[in-house]
C-alpha cells in the first residue's frame, strides 16, 4: 500500500521568500504524484502534478515540484511567497495505471505568511 | 462550468442516525470518489464509482455505503452515526480520458 509523508506540520515564511514544502512517498513503482491546496473551509485545488516524463513540473500560481526516484520525495517550491499563498498544502499520491484512480494524501503542511 | 458541486454545506446530525450527501460531478466526468478529511488530517478515501458501480473502497466500515445514478450524480450514505464520523466529506470527480481529480467544497458533517 501506498503512503504520504509531509514531515513539517506548520511552516511560517515571511512574504517574498523562498518556500519549499517537503513530500516522501512509499510506493513499489512510479506513482502519479500531486500537490494540492486547501484554504480554510474550502475544497481541495490541485496546483501541479507528475506522471512521467521531466521530473521538474510546473503548476499554477507559481509553483513547481521536481520529482527524486532516489529519495522518493515530490518537494514542492515557490521561489517568492504571496500571502495570498497562506493555507494547507496536501501531498498526495495515486497508483499507476489506467483505472485505478484512488489518492492517498499526507496529512498536510499549513503554511502562514508574515507580512 | 459549475464544476463539483456537494450539497448540503453544512448539517449537524445525532448519534445513531443516518445521513445522506450528495455530489454532482463537474461536466463531462463519469467518475465520482468520496473522501472523509477529519479535523487537521489529510483526506482518506472512501470509495469510488464508475458506470453506477462501487469500483475500490478504502477502509472504511460497511456503514458507509454510496450510490451512482445515470447521470453521473452520486450519494454518500452515513448509518449508525458515531461521534468519530464528524468530519470534512468531500467529493472528486474525473473524466474518462486523463486522470486529475477535481474536488467540491466539501460537506461539514457533525455528529453530536
Known amino acids: 500500500a501506498q503512503s504520504v509523508t509531509q514531515p513539517d506540520i506548520h511552516i511560517t515564511v515571511s512574504e517574498g521568500a523562498s518556500l519549499e514544502l517537503r513530500c516522501n512517498y512509499s510506493?513499489?513503482?512510479?506513482?502519479?504524484l500531486f500537490w494540492y491546496v486547501q484554504s480554510p473551509g474550502q475544497g481541495l485545488q490541485l496546483l501541479l502534478k507528475y506522471f512521467s516524463g521531466d521530473t521538474l513540473v510546473q503548476g499554477i500560481k507559481g509553483f513547481e515540484a521536481e520529482f527524486k526516484r532516489s529519495q522518493s520525495s515530490f518537494n514542492l517550491r515557490k521561489p517568492s511567497v504571496h500571502w495570498s499563498d497562506a493555507a494547507e498544502y496536501f501531498c498526495?499520491?495515486?497508483?499507476w495505471g489506467a483505472g485505478s484512480y484512488q489518492l492517498t494524501f499526507g496529512k498536510g503542511t499549513k503554511l502562514s505568511v508574515i507580512p | 462550468d459549475a464544476g463539483v458541486t456537494q450539497s448540503p454545506t453544512h448539517l449537524i446530525k445525532t448519534r445513531g442516525q443516518q445521513v445522506t450527501l450528495r455530489c454532482s460531478p463537474k461536466?463531462?466526468?463519469?467518475?465520482v470518489s468520496w473522501y472523509q478529511q477529519a479535523l487537521g488530517q489529510g483526506p482518506q478515501f472512501i470509495f469510488q464509482?464508475?458506470?453506477?458501480?462501487?469500483?475500490q473502497r478504502g477502509n472504511f466500515p460497511d456503514r458507509f455505503s454510496g450510490h451512482q445514478f445515470p447521470n453521473y450524480s452520486s450519494e454518500l450514505n452515513v448509518n449508525a452515526l458515531l461521534l468519530g464520523d464528524s468530519a470534512l466529506y468531500l467529493c472528486a470527480s474525473r473524466g474518462r480520458v486523463g486522470t486529475e481529480a477535481f474536488f467540491g467544497q466539501g460537506t461539514r458533517l457533525t455528529v453530536v
Open positions: 461536466s463531462g466526468h463519469d467518475t
Open positions: 510506493y513499489g513503482a512510479t506513482p502519479y
Open positions: 498526495a499520491v495515486a497508483p
Open positions: 464509482y464508475y458506470e453506477e458501480e462501487e469500483r
